[in-house]
């Protein structure tokens, strides 16, 4: 699997692409405002077909180029059901550009599978920073795209619309499970090991909740 990013738009976000090279197929993940250009030059680069855009849950920096690049490509769509309206009717709070409108074909929902190729993907719904967050786990690589719900140093902000403080300790705790090498790409920041967050997601575990 090959796994590309990039980082786009105002708060910084981790547009990602993963790849099979042999097979070609490629899913893209957060196509933020900007992220058609550099996604559609890579897939032409490298001769790839786009077969999926994932957005790891609804807000607007991580879904405005959606409608874009399905456009574009052809490839459907996919979202938790629960963040799908987002997708629909953004709610572009602070976002200094539109926000276009997006509509999902694909419900991701826990246990499910992504598969083209090579490329394996486990749908882990994680809700918390929203109703609908999910991080995609690809076992086979040791690689979890975590969204905004695990950070290099903390989780994401339970504050913003569909925020839930207790649902986010119970996403964290889930998280803090898997293999301690796994390597984690964050929707923001750097990327970090689940081993390397355990002390605080330790910490979260033993009080049952989220501290400040
Ligand atoms: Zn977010
Ligand atoms: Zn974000």
């Not at 490629?26 to 250009?37: C, Q, V, Y």
């Amino acid at each position: 699997m090959l796994h590309l990013g990039r980082v786009v738009g105002p708060i910084a976000t981790n547009v990602q692409i993963l790849a099979d090279e042999r097979t070609r197929e490629a899913i893209a993940i957060d196509a933020a405002i900007p992220s058609l250009a550099w996604i559609g030059a890579e897939l032409a680069e490298r001769g790839w077909t786009l077969k999926l855009i994932v957005s790891t849950h609804g807000h607007w920096d991580h879904i405005g180029d959606n409608a874009a690049l399905s456009r574009e490509t052809g490839a459907p769509i996919a979202v938790h059901p629960l963040d799908r309206d987002r997708l629909i009717n953004p709610a572009p709070v602070m976002a200094p550009f539109e926000i276009p409108p997006s509509v999902p074909a694909v419900e991701l929902a826990e246990g499910g599978q992504i598969r083209f190729g090579s490329l394996r993907l486990e749908v882990l719904h994680t809700p918390g920073h929203t109703e609908g967050s999910v991080c995609l786990l690809a076992a086979d690589d040791g690689l979890l795209l975590s969204g905004d719900t695990l950070f290099a140093g903390g989780w994401g902000r339970v504050d913003l619309p569909g925020g839930s403080a207790e649902q986010m300790a119970a996403s964290i705790i889930r998280l803090g499970g898997l293999d301690p090498a796994t390597r984690v790409q964050p929707g923001h920041g750097p990327a970090t090991t689940i081993g390397r967050e355990a002390p605080w997601i330790e910490l979260v575990r033993a009080n049952g909740r989220l501290f400040a």
